[in-house]
């Protein structure tokens, strides 16, 4: 019976993304595992988009699916934002790069900075995973040491130093074990573990990264004061605080060290910022960051990119940050309330006793029983419903992240979190049988 209902999902998938398939496997021919992302492969095979409009994709199939993934974040107003499109163009035919110091940077800076708390000084990159890099550079270079203390759980992009972890859950073949020396980590909402590790490593520890709330770790918020205990301790320790804002960011128009009123030393952010175009963007204090400067410094620390504040990019970003301000924070906010009030009705309705975390347009459902604070507890969220939840999602018009990671942009109509909401709740009922057999704790 319960069997039925996985075959009887992945069944329908297969015949209604039929294009996708015969792309998928023309693809990889070329392209191992037929993706060019580890998050873009799913059993049995990924779906091909041909194009976006609004809060919709569409794929070769003709099928059109809400987007809730929204380019895992890094789209805020939708696809084809016609302001953002509008700002490429314009700005392309003007030429796209000229490795000179531009007018859109200026912009971009000045609004950044102007916003976001953490921020006197920036300096752009093309990536999250580039600023999260440069960011710990500068940290070390600022205060002379190497140690770097991250969360478990964290994320902060795939270069060396932080995919390194110490946990084994975590794939870290092809990382020198070197890599782990100077890292260390405690757990996410541990104030009292936090405290006594930034104490003890004092002397050598130059920065505590981590995110305000675990974002790709589950939409793990933070414990009341736990931001505040750990700007405590790393100031009074002469440990630099960097808030991994790349994901969070888009909670608030200045980040999430805005809402919580807790200011670090030096701040990531990327994604939205650059308007659906490759950006990462790092900056803290005007001290700390005039490690870099030219005229004050007379050997500046080394940062360069061809690519750096790429001027397209630049005019994308300013476009989409610009129309991101207070009341289209707090309508697209208001739009996350609204699906989580859903949910939770959903939940109860069925008789589940399960969790979603939700912070602003970013929400994250988990087959666990009990209130999430650790990334441990995440872990123990049941794969299986995961993924044969994000294949009958598809299978009824909806593009989710599988790990049930929903992700809103500004364009979506209440009536659509409505409709998300009601086939989350077909989803669950579809999945009923099979959680009363093999998942029961999950039952109220
Ligand atoms: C918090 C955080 N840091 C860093 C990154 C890496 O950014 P990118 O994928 O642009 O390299 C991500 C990406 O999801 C992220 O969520």
Redesign the pocket.
Same mark, same amino acid.
């Given at each position: 019976m319960t069997r039925n209902i996985a075959r009887k999902i992945a069944e329908e998938y297969k015949e209604k993304f039929r294009e996708s398939r015969t792309r998928h496997e023309r693809l990889i021919q070329y392209i191992p595992g037929g993706a060019t992302r580890s998050l873009s492969y799913f059993k049995p095979f990924p779906i091909h988009i041909s194009h976006g409009k609004g809060a919709h994709v569409y794929t070769h199939e003709g099928h059109k699916l809400l987007d809730v993934t929204n380019a895992?974040g890094a789209l805020v107003h939708g696809h084809g934002d016609p302001d953002v499109v509008r700002a490429v163009q314009e700005g392309i035919e003007k030429g796209s790069q000229y490795s000179t110091p531009t007018d859109g940077q200026y912009r971009l800076a000045k609004l950044l900075c102007d916003r976001v708390p953490g921020f006197d000084r920036v300096r752009f990159l093309n990536?999250?995973?580039e600023a999260?890099l440069f960011a710990l550079r500068t940290a070390r270079a600022y205060t002379g040491k190497d140690k770097i203390l991250k969360m478990s759980g964290g994320?902060? !992009?795939?270069h060396d130093c932080v995919a390194a972890s110490t946990k084994k859950n975590v794939i870290t073949a092809g990382i020198p074990t070197g890599m782990t020396r100077d890292m260390l980590e405690v757990p996410f909402n541990d104030g009292e573990a936090v405290e006594k590790a930034v104490r003890e490593n004092a002397s050598d520890l130059a920065a505590v990264i981590m995110?305000p709330f675990l974002?790709?770790g589950g939409v793990v918020l933070p414990r009341e004061d736990y931001l505040q205990r750990v700007r405590q301790v790393t100031r009074d320790n002469g440990v630099l605080l960097i808030f991994?804002e790349?994901?969070s960011f888009r909670v608030d128009t200045g980040g999430c060290q805005n809402l919580y009123g807790v200011i670090p030393d030096l701040t990531t952010v990327?994604?939205v910022v650059g308007g659906g175009l490759p950006i !990462?963007v790092f900056g803290g204090r005007k001290e700390i960051m005039d490690i870099f400067c030219h005229e004050s410094t007379e050997k500046p620390l080394y940062h360069s990119g061809t690519f750096n504040g790429y001027e397209t990019v630049m005019q994308a970003g300013f476009a989409a940050m610009s129309k991101f301000d207070g009341p289209a924070v707090a309508s697209i906010n208001k739009m996350g309330d609204l699906f989580q009030e859903r949910l939770v009705h959903s939940f109860r309705a069925n008789g589940l006793n399960i969790r979603s975390n939700q912070i602003g347009s970013i929400l994250n459902l988990h087959f666990v029983n009990q209130d999430i604070f650790t990334a441990e507890q995440v872990l123990n969220s049941v794969e299986e419903l995961h993924g044969l939840m994000h294949l009958s999602l598809l299978n009824r018009g909806v593009f989710t992240i599988p790990r049930g990671l929903f992700i809103l942009s500004t364009v979506i109509t209440e009536q659509e979190v409505l409709d998300l909401g009601d086939k989350i709740d077909e989803t669950l009922k579809e999945l009923l049988p099979l959680i009363e057999e093999k998942y029961n704790h999950l039952l109220l």
């Open positions: 895992y990536s999250g995973t999260t994320f902060h !992009g795939t995110e974002g790709a991994d790349i994901f990327g994604k !990462g």
